[in-house]
């Protein structure tokens, strides 16, 4: 069986204050890379009882360093926000067809 190891980012906000979040997807649209991220705990439980919130960077550059970056524009958060929703959704709704066939292959 694989071992899952998520890919944490740990993020310093304008105060200072550091969070770790894992990140769950990351895309390119018209020129621009976009991570969504979810906050990351070590422990399972929490994740699955909390009702998590997506965060959605895009990635910026400056003196040749990129970093990543809120998104100001509301339409643009909106809409990227939106197709990230879309295909953690359909990944997630994958992951579940995928144990339905090996419950099916255990009961044969």
Do not use: C, H, Q
């Not at 020129?31 to 906050?39: D, E, K, S, V």
């Not at 939106?82 to 579940?96: A, H, Q, T, V, Y």
């Amino acid at each position: 069986m694989d071992e899952y190891t998520p890919e944490i980012f740990t993020l310093t906000d304008e105060e200072g204050n550091e969070s770790e979040f894992e990140l769950m997807d990351v895309m390119e649209l018209d020129g621009t890379i976009y991570y969504a991220l979810i906050p990351y705990t070590d422990d399972p439980d929490a994740m699955i009882e909390d009702d998590t919130e997506l965060v959605v960077l895009k990635v910026g550059e400056e003196n040749g360093e990129e970093f990543l970056a809120t998104i100001d524009n509301d339409e643009e958060y909106d809409r990227i926000g939106k197709i990230f929703i879309d295909r953690i959704s359909e990944m997630l709704e994958g992951d579940d067809d995928d144990d339905d066939a090996d419950d099916s292959d255990d009961e044969a």
